[in-house]
């Protein structure tokens, strides 16, 4: 932590600062120039971060050095988090293209989604239960009777499965049935549900908060790492911005940003970010070209009947031709897809 | 609803429209422009809302012409929402002044700012003892002992508190001893959770999402609302923007706003929204002059040793004057306070 | 200047980075952390500012401890600077309405409305004869005719006016006519006009770019004190966002954040920050609350008929009873207006 | 044009808005819902759109069916605009990589450089003579004995180049010696040069402003197109948001957004975007993928000397490490490059 000292400063508040960071067992730099001071604080890093610098009499304002998490960091691991997902991995030179419907339905429209999305080559499917919903007069989804649908619809087509979680309370039910979990962008800073997911063995999408910087999304998965589950992938999703010619701005510079500041794989979800159905292919061959470890993508087989987000759907035909073009770049770039 | 086709859609791209209209029993209202063909969804607007227009073949986009919410809106109650917390009232012409630490540390921390903020003439008293807090290192609040604390004050100081609810497995827990429950920034979307307060009879003071459009507030509030509790008030407390002076930008407009679009009363944050002692005085000024109908201000002893947001809590003495000048204000704006 | 190393920095790179300093003059403080090896870097501020910090070998950031301006700055002018227009003042506990039509459209236009706003208290007159429009396809404005119109106005109704420059071609003309110039929200980075402004002897109101940092804004000021023009007031007008019920999202701290950080006057401007005609009025009252110099307000005789803006211009009698409220405010905040 | 009425809108009121557009030759269609009157305007759309509908009496708001612009719309031309600069081209099916230093410094770096991205597979230099600089005290270029080195390096490397041009007063001087001309992200709004470069026979790229919509985008397009001037490149280069950890978001999305929108060519500029080293290839190369016309890459053979943004410029070797990735790409994805 730097400590910048304001501009009249006196010695008295100087040796506060100084003598705050003694009692906490860390060591003060005082370097003086012409106009301020500022005080280096080398020590423990969690007990540094945690005083009010910014409330002590002298100070003008204290910039950190260091991030405040650390387990999901690249310093603390060198090499590349690789998750298997029953028969299907994500990282480790593998992209892993994840794709069905946005919420299950009907039996119908899963299983036909399902087996469109498996004969392109997707290796898991997505299919939600429960849907947060900005209106609470909109679907919300099957519940327990849309995972059922979805764990035979893995036993028929063999696809692993990711399903949302919404509520703590929900974690241990749905954990039950599903391969992965997905938290998504609204819950980011829910920390009790982060808390709930890290204590299951089972891997987890993590969506950025639409309004989350990258530092908080990695926060957010110090959250669930610490608890003990270390199968978290990052999941890119769009930003708000105030565009909105797109429903959110997909930050694509984030998956080569959080690639090198942490060792966890990263995906990149066009269909939310664009909120459009032409823009859903562009996006998705953006993502391999940039390093991202995988997509995941909305499909339907008659978007104009959806119950949620049935804009952004591609139809089963335009989902096969995107993996046409995904594998060709897969080659042109060395992944194995 | 407003459906724009797009330039070239044909014929039976728009008896498409129409159709799907009458089969929700909804009438459609055709515009031909030279350029672009216009169709006017006249009906139940839940069930028009609803349907994927974007999806639908030949549709360029659609225009909702009403507001997604309708308990929480001026059209549905023209008077103005008053809320009595035991003692104390917010709206109605009284500005209510809420005051305390934001994190309840220690009985004597509490006390002293209870005491204080009494004193200089605040209402009703503010203090967590659940804190949501970015990295899962942080201090996360004194729990349950934190609420007991402040029931005790609450006797002791004859001020009703509100404190935060992050979880809803704690709501039934945290209505036990709080007078006003808060739902805080982060959990603005957390539907399970705002339906858990949406069951209880205590006011709720729902703090806008850093990230919350106005139209996404008041659809949490509905939220809260269509569940039985109608008590709810809207709190401004900043958004998220490019500029980092300040912590968060307060969009003070958002009062007025409100005020316009909702029959529920408005407050202001100044201390979470700026994040800077000498920001509060000035921005507190400015919400009772913009016409909200409180604030929400943070205070505590010896800010440099907070735990949680020292950086922003105002001593008890700079309560005091700035409850002075509040005080000539809300004379010359005809206010009681 | 604080300059972090990277974790793995070696000893060569860190010799690299004192070497450089040493060129220019300037020492470095090293402080080696557990984790990171971090350099002050102490002498001449624009010198260290302006090296390539982030492309040497081993180097993670650089972070600033000084604002890059200095003119501008509370540190440079302790007491605050106080401007005169003819019979007008800005600052120094005097609080100057400024208000008239957006854009000058006709004789009898202009003359109704300067009437009405002397009459109501007004005491500096706005009125644009060159206008920035987004379409092309758009009213100009009337250009030198416009000029000489408000020239007029002034001799009639005994008020000092305010016009905009769009084009250092067009700043000496328009000094010619105006007694104070003003620089849009889209040119406050136009650094050829901000130089040209700079080298008269005018009062300059500069708007803030509605996407600028409050850094880049005193910069911008910086531009043009630093060609010895020192009459420059800062004027927020609301700064883009994701928020959609209002034009801008006006940033009503930045009034105190300027106050503090320079030595310059600020005021607001409810009109194009809101762009709703029943937003002006509160935001106008929170303007005098928050501790600004002043405000710019539209005042418009028939707004349904305005070429620019008309949505948000006050009609007379709306503002001749804004500005009773801002009498009563002024009184309890001891100002003179 | 969409004109929504307020809820209570009286029928005097629609049939004044009725009248109004009858008087500017415009028809309207009123559908009449149960809680909004809604009155779809046909006619001419300028004249439609001028009007200020917001601001008169019962109008709640007023939609735009239409964007405001016409030439550079899609609508206006079917087929991609592709433009030739000397020897390249950009669009019809050819990506161009145009690369260089960010600024002209001296003969010997812009020479080496030059050298490099011509070996390397550029097609067009890009270098600067005038830079906009945040702080008067920076680095403001080398003026016009940079463009006379730019020329000579032009015939070295038989190399076509572009440069910026900053103030209307130089676009005469500048285009007697580039090939393309561009406007940058502070000047995309600055009308005054937008016209003056219209007059011009050369290409222009046009950059974003950082903070401009789309629509914003193509309306300062629209200002060259409309003088005359059809050759206008569109350059995305990231805007502002609330994300720190690139300088700005690059927004990837507009990409395939314009080339639905318009005829023009779009190019994507990862260096000004990203302002870190490491993220320019990965973004680089996610701009073939998502069907962008070229790049524009900063390259510097020493960029911890640079005078500008040096923490952004590839080395000559990366950038030819990243060219022949490009070439792979373009392969897979049938480009000419």
Redesign the interface.
């Known amino acids: 932590m ?1 400590i ?1 000292m304001k ?1 009249g400063a006196n010695q008295e508040q100087i040796d506060g600062v100084v003598h705050r960071l003694a009692e906490i067992g860390s060591e003060a ?1 005082i ?6 001071t ?1 005080i ?1 604080a ?1 020590g423990d ?2 007990r540094i ?2 005083l ?6 002298g100070v003008e304002r204290a ?1 950190p ?2 991030k ?2 650390k387990f999901v960091a690249r ?1 603390f691991q060198a090499e590349d988090t690789v998750i298997k997902v029953r028969t299907a991995q994500i990282g480790g030179g593998v992209f892993a293209p994840i794709a069905g419907p946005c919420a299950v339905e009907s039996r119908d429209q899963l299983f036909r989604t399902a087996e469109a999305v498996r004969d392109a080559g997707a290796t898991i499917l997505r299919g939600d239960a429960f849907k ?8 919300q989804g099957l519940a327990e009777e849309g995972l059922q649908l979805l764990a035979e619809a893995r036993e028929e087509f063999d696809l692993p499965f990711v399903a949302e979680v ?4 929900d974690v241990e039910m749905i954990s039950g049935y599903a391969d992965m979990l997905r938290i998504g962008t ?2 980011m ?4 549900l982060l ?1 709930e997911v890290g204590k299951v063995h089972k891997p987890v999408l993590l969506k950025r ?3 989350a ?4 999304w990695l ?1 957010a998965a ?2 669930i790492y ?1 608890e003990g589950n270390h199968e978290v992938i990052m999941v890119e999703r769009g ?8 429903r959110n ?9 959080i690639k ?2 942490s060792h966890l794989p990263v995906i990149i979800d066009p269909s939310h ?2 909120g ?4 859903v292919t ?2 998705a ?2 993502a ?4 991202a470890d995988g997509f995941i993508v909305d499909v339907h087989p008659a ?5 949620v ?3 952004q ?1 591609l139809l089963p035909y335009e989902f096969a031709e995107l993996m046409d ?1 995904m594998r ?2 897969a ?3 060395d992944y194995t897809i």
Do not use: C
């Open positions: 730097i910048v501009p730099h370097s003086t120039g012409q106009l301020r500022v280096g080398i890093r969690g971060q945690q009010p610098w910014g409330a002590m009499p910039v050095v260091l405040p998490y310093e947060p919903r900005t209106s609470p007069f909109s679907f919404l509520d703590p309370r609204r819950n800073a829910n920390f009790a808390s908060g639409f309004t910087t990258v530092d908080e926060n110090e959250y610490k930003i708000r911005t105030f565009e909105t010619s797109t701005t997909l930050d694509i510079s984030a998956a080569p940003v090198a500041m970010s664009s459009r159905r032409h823009l562009p996006l061959r953006a391999i070209a940039v390093g978007p104009e009947t959806a119950q987000d049935g804009d759907a073009q060709a770049l080659a042109a770039l």
